[in-house]
T-cell receptor, first 114, second 113 residues
Framework: DQQVKQNSPSLSVQEGRISILNCDYT??????FLWYKKYPAEGPTFLIS?????DKNEDGRFTVFLNKSAKHLSLHIVPSQPGDSAVYFC?????????????FGKGTLLTVNP | EAQVTQNPRYLITVTGKKLTVTCSQN?????MSWYRQDPGLGLRQIYY???????DKGDVPEGYKVSRKEKRNFPLILESPSPNQTSLYFC????????????FGQGTRLTVV
């Protein structure tokens, strides 16, 4: 049973436009959500996170929105740049649990075209 | 520079030949874990460690062992590798103050033939 779902395997946008990556989750115990970015031949790197007590968190060009009632979060990148081309993983965690593991989605490949 | 270092980066081995993938972090993190990434399955946790001498199973522990004798090191051991363990492996570490914000190593691509 996949608890974190990224239903779009890939997304292609033009440079300067907005990229919107979506993520859904099924486990209502999740209370902390993260986005990781992964370039080929590298490990994932932390991008941005949000706690379940918030509905929005912003860091420069990146904004994450959380809709708890819909169990949905999204990552907005504005404006998109060619260097943003990478695989983006949505992840969720239960803070204060016995295992601080991250449950990952399958990832979305973002391609930003010049 | 803060980093998580895995070795080797690439490994091809034969079924049944014991191997160890090393992981070392220089951030004094308490929490370390291993993930495997497979096409269509994302990253799945194999084992984790909350501190020295404290380890436990993740979601897919079968066929793997770990040890945590020192805080900085968390090796992944495959006693008898099989082809279904062909995968991309990542080690990660976190501090107790930011447990969910893990730092990942560069990955080890393992092929078992």
């Amino acid at each position: 049973d996949q608890q974190v779902k990224q239903n779009s395997p890939s997304l292609s946008v033009q440079e300067g436009r907005i990229s919107i990556l979506n993520c859904d989750y099924t486990n209502s115990m999740f209370d902390y959500f993260l986005w990781y970015k992964k370039y080929p031949a590298e490990g994932p790197t932390f991008l941005i996170s949000i706690s379940s007590i918030k509905d929005k968190n912003e860091d420069g060009r990146f904004t994450v929105f959380l809709n708890k009632s819909a169990k949905h979060l999204s990552l907005h990148i504005v404006p998109s740049q060619p260097g943003d081309s990478a695989v983006y993983f949505c992840a969720a965690s239960v803070l204060g649990g016995s295992n601080y593991k991250l449950t990952f989605g399958k990832g979305t490949l973002l391609t930003v075209n010049p | 520079e803060a980093q998580v270092t895995q070795n080797p980066r690439y490994l091809i081995t034969v079924t049944g030949k014991k191997l160890t993938v090393t992981c070392s972090q220089n951030m004094n993190h308490e929490y370390m874990s291993w993930y495997r990434q497979d096409p269509g399955l994302g990253l799945r946790q194999i084992y984790y460690s909350m501190n020295v001498e404290v380890t436990d199973k993740g979601d897919v522990p079968e066929g793997y062992k770990v040890s945590r004798k020192e805080k900085r090191n968390f090796p992944l051991i495959l006693e008898s590798p099989s082809p279904n363990q062909t995968s991309l492996y990542f080690c990660a570490s976190s501090s107790v103050r930011q447990l969910s914000q893990a730092f990942f190593g560069q990955g080890t691509r393992l092929t078992v033939v």
